[in-house]
């Protein structure tokens, strides 16, 4: 079992910045990829990024390359998204999630544990 915390989440303005981090705990952080997810409300949960349990692997959606970086920290058991020049359309619930296979998949049924989300509101 994982248990997976999000924070950081908030209100900022049109083109500023905000970075989220999930603190894990329980089975050993390092054996899982991890990815984050979000929620707009009324819409779908769609894939953001993943990074592979080593860190070494990335890959993102296209409407957040450039704009935002998943980097992990293995010793404090932590994940991160940096998110730059945000737009009114990043508004959403944003989860991590941690896959036991790393598969850094975009299909969010492949992801065993989920934090239970944290709010991001982009206003203009």
């Known amino acids: 079992q994982v248990q997976l915390v999000e924070f950081g989440g908030g209100l900022v303005q049109t083109g500023g910045s905000l970075r989220l981090s999930c603190a894990a705990s329980?089975?050993?952080?390092?054996?899982?990829?991890m990815a984050w997810f979000r929620q707009a409300a009324g819409k779908e949960r769609e894939f953001v990024a993943a990074i592979s349990w080593s860190g070494l692997s990335t890959n993102y959606a296209d409407s957040v390359k450039g704009r935002f970086t998943i980097s992990r920290d293995n010793a404090k058991n932590t994940v991160y998204l940096q998110m730059n020049s945000l737009k009114s359309e990043d508004t959403a619930v944003y989860y991590c999630?941690?896959?036991?296979?790393?598969?850094?998949?975009?299909?969010?049924?492949?992801?065993?544990?989920w934090g239970q989300g944290t709010q991001v509101t982009v206003s203009s």
């Open positions: 329980g089975r050993t952080f390092s054996n899982y990829g």
């Open positions: 999630a941690a896959d036991r296979t790393s598969s850094r998949s975009t299909n969010y049924h492949r992801y065993d544990y």
